[in-house]
Structure formats: C-alpha cells, structure tokens
C-alpha cells in the first residue's frame, strides 16, 4: 500500500504541497480532486521522482519501501507508474521499440527475464488490441502526432504492458470521446485488482461513473482537504469546490 | 530535506576495444623521407609505376601546408616521429585462414568480426565477407572463393596491385588525387594497405563486404586505401568497422577512399568509426583524417555514404560524391557522437555536373562534454546540370551547455534550374522526454541513448541490418558519462 505522511514539496522554492497525508491500501481505487493548479499534477511528479521537485518534508512509503530515496527509474522498477496529464512526444521511436525497451528494463530490474521479439510482439499486440489501438500505430513514433485521445490511450496501454503496483493516472479521461471514455475505462478496470492501488486524478465524475472509486479526496491548499464516499464526487459536481469546502467547515 | 537522489554516479564503461595484440612487429625506421616511401614500396615489391607516383605524391606533399580552416585544434604533427609501416612478423604471407597466426585470430574474436567462413548455402542472408587489416598489412579475406565465382573480386589492395594491375593502374588516384590535399597527398605517398572490389558487369553482390581496420601499433600512423569499383549495372553495399588500442599519445590515420560506380550501378559505402576517442580529460586518441570521395560516372548511377561516427579524438572527413553521369544520385547520411573532448568537424560535397542529378544529406551531431562538432558542407551545381535537385537537412543536439556545435553549409549554383533546399535544426534533449522515460522504467543513461538514437534514426535505417544493432548499441556507449 502507498503511505504519504506530512508531504511537503516545492517548485523553484514555491510551496505547492504543504503537509499533505493520504493512504491508499492494497487493491483500492482512490479519486483526487481540486481546482485546477491545486497541485495534483505535482503531487503524481513528486511520487515519481521528477527532477526540480524538492521534498521538504514528510515521507512516502509503498509497501514499506521508501520511494522518496529511489531514483525515477527504481520507482518505475518498484511498481510506480503515472499516466502522464500530458503524454511527451519521442521522436524517432517506434511505440513499439520504445514499450520494448521499458518493459525488458523494468523486467531486468526485477530479476526477470527479457522477453523475446516474438513474445514481445504478440504481448503487444493483444495489449493495444484489448485497448482498441489500431497496431499501426504501434509503428508509429511515441506520441508524436498522437491526437489528445490517442495519446491518453497509449498511456493506458503502457499501464497494461508494465503491470505496476501504484497505478497514478493523471486527467486521462480529458480529452477523451464518449466511446474512448468507456473503452480506457474499461482498461483500466481490467487492471483493477487485490494487489494493486490507483490514484485516479479527474475533475469529473463521469469518470467516476465508469471506474468506482473506494475513497474520494479533495486535494486544495496543498492538502487533503477532505475525504468521503464516492457520493462526495457527486457533491461536488454539484456545487463546486468553493461551496463544497465551505460546507464542510461549516 | 529531500531531494529526489541524482541517478548513481555513473563510471563509463572503459572503451571495450583498448586492448593490445602481444605479437612481434616488423617496421619501418621511424620517420619519413623518400627513403620511408621507397622502403614501403620495397616491402610491398611494388612495380616501378608505382613507386613512382608515390615519389611524386611525396615531393607534392613536402610543398603542401596543414589545412587549418577546420573548426578542430590540435598541437602540430611532428612526422618524424613516427613509424610508416608496421607489419606482424610472420614467415610467408598466409595462403589461407589456417595459416593465420592464431594470435590474430584471437584478437578479431575479441573485437567481434567473424574471420571464419560460415558454409553458405545458396541464398543464406546475414553473411558477411571481410578483409581484416592489421596495422599495415591485411591478415585475412573471407569468402574469397565465393565471391569470385561471380566474378567479384575482394582483396588487399596489395594483392590487387600484384593480380590486376591494370584495374589499379586505372583507378587508383582518379577519384582522389594526390594534389587534392595535404593528407590525402601524404596517403598517397606512404599508403599501407586497404581493400579493393570490383564488381563486374551486371552482377549484384550477394553478401556485404566489410573491412575491419585495426590499429595496434604504438606510434604508427596508418595509411589505408580503399578502392571499390561498380562496373555497369552492378551493386555492392559494403562497410567500413575500425578500432584501435588505448594509448595516452595521439596516433595519425590518414586514409583515402575511392569509389567508382559506372553506368547505372550503385555503391553503398557504410562506416562505423570506433577509433579510441581518448580518454575523458582528452588524452590520447585518434586523429582521423580521412578523404573520402564516390564518382558516380556512369548515367544514373547511385552513390550513398552512411556513416556513425563514435571515435578518435578529432574527426576531420566530408565523404563526397562527384555526381558526373546525367541523372546520377549521391546521399550522404551521417551520425556523429562527441563526448567529453572530442572534435568532430565532419560533411559532405556533392557537386552537381550532369544533368538531372540528385542529392540528399542528413547530418545529425550530437556533442556532450566539452565536445565540439561542426557539420561542414559544399552544394556545388555546375552550369551543365539543368534540372538537378539538392536537399540537406542537418540537425544539432546539445546535451549539457560546455559543448558546441556549428553547421557551416555553402551552397554554389551557376545554373538557374538547380534547386537546393537546406534546413538545420539545433536541439536540446529535454528534461521532460527525460523523465518520461525514466518513469517507464529506463536508467537516464538508457533514457538518453534511447532517445538520440530517435534523433538519428532516418541515418541508422539506412545502416545495412547486420549493423544496425551493434550501431545502436554504440551510439548508448558513447554517451556513457555525459549525464548525471
Ligand atoms: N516551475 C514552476 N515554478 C513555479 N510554480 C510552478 C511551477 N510549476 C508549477 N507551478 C505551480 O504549481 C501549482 C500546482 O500545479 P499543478 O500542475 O500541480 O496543478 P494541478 O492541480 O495539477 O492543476 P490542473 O488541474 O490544472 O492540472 C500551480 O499553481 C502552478 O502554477
Ligand atoms: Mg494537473
């Protein structure tokens, strides 16, 4: 299970996280939400360790382990994925080479060995297939030229081919058609299970309608504001967050 | 207080090829004089017309001055300071792979280039034909007997010089003579060794031919010469691999390539240059300086240069393409990797004469380091080629801010109907593409590699397949130590 305790982070000496705690155990889905520039994007950037990210305080632990010491590519190793809110191009190479190369790294990490080109392709294959992602684009430059939907798309299918433990998914239902919705949904669901947790960042509850969450936090000024059922989505879609935080310091 | 930990201090892997052969040596008395050319020519029992146009190379070069318009900087050359020939000692010059000093053998296992021949079975793809040059003889050329089945012939250019004289006699200087320049008139004059091919009439050559340049000798320049010539309608991929020991004083290699494509044939000339680049403060390494130049004779023949250029300490070479025949093409794709030291000032000539011609350049330079890389190119179109078309494109990546890179391209066009289009780019790798990989699991070492591989890939595709890998891998090993 993830455990983040009395999380502080800062950006070019800016404090955007400001003592925020969250527990997310084994096997659970857990929405965020907030205005926008609350600091959910950099809460996901801190818990995969991107560089410019300091940590002033507070410790983050998953499975015991803690992540905050790790290097980002020991994160990703440990079962740490973030599907990112805006997927980066890599120009010149394939999607294909590219989940190839991530995959054999994080398999190589955990003592596993590399996947053949043969495995590879038919593991690929059925992955972007269960996706509803054309193969061609599987040649296609990561990314590059992606439309918004396809990109969100292909970050769902990394999420399917590394298998991780903490699956971070940033805003991956904006962007999205109606149809791409339910189909990522459905993905992601898929990859629900007893030994793996999901952060799902979203201002939308018809994200929520499709991926059940067990807990609904609000992340604003730099903390937790507040936590409920998944009917606290439902209050906030209605009355926003102004009236909403208001309500709960009443 | 934490920060997310910088990724682990990162040794380089040492230079995987740094090795030396323990074998005895022949070589020449060091310096150079005419007496050094007339002893190399001895040695090779060259006829006389040779030897003569060596002298004449030699009395050229002593009136020739260094070039100095290179972006590269480097003490001046003492050339009596070193040696001009140096051969492993052996008692006759081996008639088969059998007799190879198994010293050698040994060392081109090390280095990775098969010297045995696989039985080829009609149609087996993947084999490769070498000729392994030793400092400055050749040791071995597989797949002789295959090959001249089909009539094609691929030997040392010593042997060349001794079986098919007139061939030589014919070719050799009439891409690149030696008033061209001031190394190439030094090549000229004290050239070694190298490798010839000639693919007759008609005939597609049925496997790659490969050279393997070896460096092993301390304080020896090596002066190859290559020679390849594509009769009418014939084809021929071939490529160039090279490496050399590790050593804290520079060595010189100054070779020459020729190629000839007649009437409707076509020359692929790929290079992977691995020369020891020095060592991260800069010490040691190869001088490269090398001309290179294709003459596409024939109507509508094709001529294309790739090459990935790892090594040496300085890199000075622009493989060229004489693009004479109407409606001939010429392409140059090009790589080159700076890290730490390194200078690289590298390009291409294409000059436009016939009709129709074409020509496309993709350059991409990578500096990390302190390194400096210049792409440096000449579009010429003559007033006789009506028609004829140019496309360059030239990318720059930075990685870290000590290094440079510099694009200086000229374009000369006396006819009104030539077109020429150029584009350069210059690039930083970006913290975000970084990162993005570095989620997905890959070290920032690998998540580098990865992506200046992308940045190079239109340049690797055209790298024959059996390459292409090894290429890949290179390209990650030369950066190693330019991040973290
Ligand atoms: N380099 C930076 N320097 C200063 N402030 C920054 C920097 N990068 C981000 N910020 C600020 O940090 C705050 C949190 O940004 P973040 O992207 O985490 O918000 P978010 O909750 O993900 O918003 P959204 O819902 O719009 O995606 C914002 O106010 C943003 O402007
Ligand atoms: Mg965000």
Known sequence: MLEIKNLSAAIDGKEILKGLSLSLPKGQVHAIMGPNGAGKSTLSYVLAGRAGYTVTGGSVTLNGQDLLAMAPHERAAAGVFLAFQYPVEIPGVTTMNFLKTALNAVRAARGEKALDVMQMLKLLRAKAKAIGMDEDMLKRPVNVGFSGGEKKRCEVLQMAVLEPRLCILDETDSGLDIDALRIVADGVNALRDANRSMLVITHYQRLLDYIKPDRVHVLAGGRIERSGGPELALELEEKGYGQASAGAQA | ?484
């Open chain 2, 1 to 484: 207080m934490q920060q997310p930990p910088s990724p682990a201090a990162f040794t380089p892997e040492p230079y995987k090829y740094g090795f030396v052969t323990p074998i005895d040596t022949e070589t020449a008395p060091k310096g150079l004089s005419e007496a050094t050319v007339r002893y190399i020519s001895a040695k090779k029992g060259e006829p006389d017309w040779l030897l003569a146009q060596r002298l004449k190379a030699f009395a050229l070069w002593q009136t020739m001055e260094t070039p100095s318009w290179g972006k590269v900087a480097f003490p001046p050359i003492d050339y009596q300071d070193a040696y001009y020939y140096a051969a492993p000692k052996k008692k006759a010059a081996p008639q088969s792979l059998e007799d190879v000093d198994p010293e050698l053998l040994k060392t081109y296992e090390k280095l990775g280039i098969p010297l045995k021949e696989q039985a080829i079975l009609a149609g087996v793809e993947g084999a490769v034909a070498v000729d392994a040059v030793f400092d400055s003889v050749s040791v071995a050329t597989t797949y002789k007997k295959a090959l001249e089945e089909k009539g094609i012939l691929f030997c040392s250019l010593t042997e060349a010089i001794h079986n098919h004289p007139d061939l030589v006699k014919k070719y050799l200087g009439s891409v690149v003579p030696p008033s061209d320049n001031y190394y190439a008139a030094l090549n000229a004059a004290v050239f070694t060794e190298g490798s010839f091919v000639y693919i007759p009439k008609g005939v597609r050559c049925p496997m790659e031919l490969s050279t393997y340049f070896r460096i092993n000798a301390a304080n020896t320049g090596q002066f190859e010469r290559t020679l390849i010539v594509a009769d009418d309608d014939s084809y021929v991929s071939y490529l160039e691999g090279c490496t050399a020991p590790k050593r804290d004083e520079n060595q010189l290699h100054a070779a020459v390539v020729e190629l000839v494509a007649l009437d409707r044939a076509e020359i692929k000339y790929a290079t992977v240059q691995n020369w020891y680049p020095g060592d991260e403060n800069g010490v040691g390494g190869i001088y490269n300086f090398v001309t290179k130049r294709g003459l596409c004779k024939g109507a509508s023949s094709k001529i294309s240069w790739t090459q990935v250029e790892t090594g040496s300490a300085i890199t000075w070479k622009y493989p060229s393409c004489v693009l004479q025949g109407d409606y001939s093409s010429g392409a140059f794709y090009s790589v080159a990797i700076t890290n730490h030291h390194q200078q690289a000032d590298t390009g291409t000539k294409m000059i436009h004469i016939g009709r129709g011609t074409r020509s496309t350049i993709i350059s991409k330079g990578i500096s990390a380091g302190h390194a400096q890389n210049t792409y440096r190119g000449l579009v010429r179109m003559a007033r006789t080629a009506h028609g004829a078309r140019n496309k360059t494109q030239c990318d720059s990546l930075l990685i870290g801010d000590q290094c440079g890179a510099h694009t200086f391209p000229v374009i000369v066009s006396r006819d009104p109907t030539a077109r020429v289009e150029h584009e350069a780019t210059t690039s930083r790798v970006s913290e975000d593409r970084l990162f993005y990989c570095q989620q997905r699991g890959l070290s920032l070492e690998e998540a580098m590699a990865l992506i200046v591989n992308g940045f190079c890939r239109e340049v690797m595709k055209e790298l024959p397949m059996e390459f292409a890998v090894e290429a890949q891998k290179l390209i990650g090993i030369s950066l190693e130590g330019s991040v973290g």
